[in-house]
């Protein structure tokens, strides 16, 4: 397949998902193309099974009417699966990135192997997979958020060297959701692997300029997006800042140092402040953690543990912010879910340092990490869509 059909293929095919129904006349005016080149290639795409034809819409004036195509209902569909402290969740997504179904199993997986952990999630890939499989879907691929560093060898193999809030080092974890996909009857389904913390959906929280993105749920991470895309370091994950030393000689961390800044802003150390369990659970469900109701409610311990947490963060951009100048910060996952007691006290601990930046929330829920990975799992088909066609079983 030439570089340019290639291409203009994988154009029309992220312009049709993107949105609902839409004309060939108006794809062409979207993709600068020709309009016969525009039916031709989206005749390509309906063959491939990955668009399809709604017919023409009524003509409101004078001409023909207009036929309209959309993303596939019955095409592929991505599988997202995300590993926290205590639970296992999964999401079904569509073309268009819709949610289809969605899985949550409760485990504990803090400290567990990460063979361990991939048995916890075998009820819920197995629900997943039951679900696509009964609407004739195809699986185009498994994506797996964790929350921490991710590693590729010299062949792009990927390996989980570092995730502090389970306890995991050097894991090979696409090996392992393989060997469970194997033995559900899911022979070939590519897996891929990638940090959390929502970062495969940050970009879309940032519809211009350049900003750095800060969220997490276990770990905190940040992430430079610019250019509509996420920028993910050699590594391809987003740096853990949660682990980035704020204090010297400070609070023990459960990574093993001391004075990071997850001793001061993680889950663990906030909701300790206020005695109560990290909440994660809680959180995936409700949209709320137990602190967050706490600090919402003017619990005095609440709000003296969310200025520290805002100061010491405004201290690990410190450097990021020096170096990178983003036009703004974006303040994603479970801190953003804490409002303006956690965001004032950012924002003036920000503005005595660098008083050009601007603070604002992201717009993704709880449940990003697992939406972002579901969708993530979609890219080859996005990219490739006729290709990606020819190679499906």
């Known amino acids: 397949m030439g570089t340019d059909r290639k291409h203009n293929l994988a154009l029309l095919m992220r312009l049709i998902c993107a949105g609902g129904p839409v004309t060939r006349v108006e794809l062409a005016r979207r993709a600068g193309l020709s309009t016969v080149a525009v039916t031709n290639l989206v005749t390509e795409l309906i063959e491939a099974g990955v668009v399809a034809d709604l017919g023409a819409v009524p003509a409101s004036g004078p001409g023909r009417p207009a036929g309209r195509v959309a993303a596939a209902h019955e095409g592929p569909?991505?599988?997202?699966?995300?590993?926290?402290?205590?639970?296992?969740?999964?999401?079904?997504?569509?073309?268009?990135?819709?949610?289809?179904?969605?899985?949550?199993?409760?485990?504990?997986?803090?400290?567990?192997?990460?063979?361990?952990?991939?048995?916890?999630?075998?009820?819920?890939?197995?629900?997943l997979f039951e679900q696509a499989v009964t609407t004739d879907r195809l699986v185009a691929g498994v994506a797996v958020a964790v929350e921490g560093v991710i590693e590729h060898d010299r062949d792009g193999y990927p390996t989980v060297h570092r995730a502090p809030s389970l306890g995991w080092r050097d894991a090979d974890l696409r090996a392992l959701v393989e060997r469970e996909l194997a033995a559900l009857?899911?022979?070939?389904?590519?897996?891929?692997?990638?940090?959390?913390?929502?970062?495969?959906?940050?970009?879309?929280?940032?519809?211009?300029?350049?900003?750095?993105?800060?969220?997490?749920?276990?770990?905190?991470?940040?992430?430079?997006v610019s250019a509509g895309a996420a920028h993910?370091?050699?590594?391809?994950?987003?740096?853990?800042?949660?682990?980035?030393?704020?204090?010297?000689?400070?609070?023990?961390?459960?990574?093993?140092?001391?004075?990071?800044?997850?001793?001061?802003?993680?889950?663990?150390?906030?909701a300790a402040a206020v005695g109560v369990g990290e909440g994660a659970v809680n959180r995936l469900l409700t949209g709320e953690d137990p602190f967050g109701r706490r600090l919402r409610a003017g619990q005095e311990a609440a709000a003296a543990a969310a200025e520290l947490a805002a100061h010491r963060l405004a201290d690990a951009l410190a450097g990021p912010l020096a170096v990178l100048d983003p036009e703004v910060v974006v303040l994603g996952g479970r801190l953003a879910a804490l409002g303006e007691p956690f965001a004032g006290p950012l924002r003036r601990?920000?503005?005595?340092?660098?008083?050009?930046?601007?603070?604002?929330?992201?717009?993704?829920?709880?449940?990003?990490?697992?939406?972002?990975?579901a969708r993530g799992a979609l890219a080859e088909v996005l990219a490739d869509p006729v290709g990606w066609a020819d190679r499906a079983p």
């Open 349 to 373: 601990r920000l503005a005595d340092h660098h008083p050009w930046t601007l603070l604002r929330p992201g717009r993704r829920g709880p449940d990003a990490v697992l939406l972002g990975a």
């Open 77 to 127: 569909v991505g599988l997202g699966l995300c590993f926290d402290v205590d639970y296992v969740a999964g999401y079904v997504v569509d073309l268009r990135g819709r949610p289809r179904h969605r899985e949550l199993r409760r485990a504990t997986l803090a400290g567990t192997e990460p063979a361990e952990a991939v048995r916890a999630a075998r009820p819920v890939l197995r629900r």
């Open 185 to 224: 009857g899911a022979h070939g389904v590519p897996v891929q692997i990638g940090g959390g913390a929502g970062y495969a959906a940050a970009a879309e929280d940032v519809e211009e300029g350049s900003a750095l993105y800060v969220g997490g749920e276990a770990e905190l991470g940040a992430v430079l």
């Open 232 to 270: 993910r370091g050699a590594a391809g994950a987003a740096g853990l800042l949660g682990h980035v030393p704020v204090r010297h000689r400070g609070r023990s961390c459960p990574c093993g140092l001391r004075g990071c800044l997850d001793a001061y802003a993680g889950r663990r150390a906030m």
